[in-house]
């Protein structure tokens, strides 16, 4: 049974990082583009990052561009997202989303998504 893992969330002071990783079981993340998501109480599910399959590309929401980085470790089977400059607005559950083999970067169809880590970040 396939599941996708996040971790790393937590709480962080204003300004601070955190580096949030995903990783799965059986399931490889190979030929996928992946993407993280994340989502406050009352509010839908905003999309904030994806790399494609090559890690080629890399896109990145405004509100996160410049302080956030995706990257991957196609060894070890992970993805990550390097969370800099921290704002008490990017207060969240963060998931990640595993897309279909061989999709390019999109946001509607998910093949997988993680439980979520969930990302405080006081004032």
């Known amino acids: 049974q396939v599941q996708v893992v996040e971790s790393g969330g937590g709480v962080v002071q204003e300004g601070g990082s955190l580096r949030l990783s995903c990783t799965a079981s059986?399931?490889?993340?190979?030929?996928?583009?992946m993407a993280w998501f994340r989502q406050v109480p009352g509010a839908e599910r905003e999309w904030i990052s994806c790399?494609?399959?090559?890690?080629?590309?890399?896109n990145y929401a405004d509100s996160v561009k410049g302080r956030f980085t995706v990257s991957r470790d196609m060894e070890k089977n992970t993805l990550f997202l390097q969370m800099n400059t921290l704002k008490p607005n990017d207060t969240a559950m963060y998931y990640c989303?595993?897309?279909?083999?061989?999709?390019?970067?999109?946001?509607?169809?998910?093949?997988?998504w993680g439980r979520g880590t969930q990302v405080t970040v006081s004032s």
């Open positions: 059986e399931l490889s993340f190979t030929w996928r583009a």
């Open positions: 790399i494609n399959w090559n890690d080629s590309i890399k």
């Open positions: 989303a595993v897309q279909p083999k061989y999709a390019p970067c999109q946001r509607l169809i998910i093949e997988y």
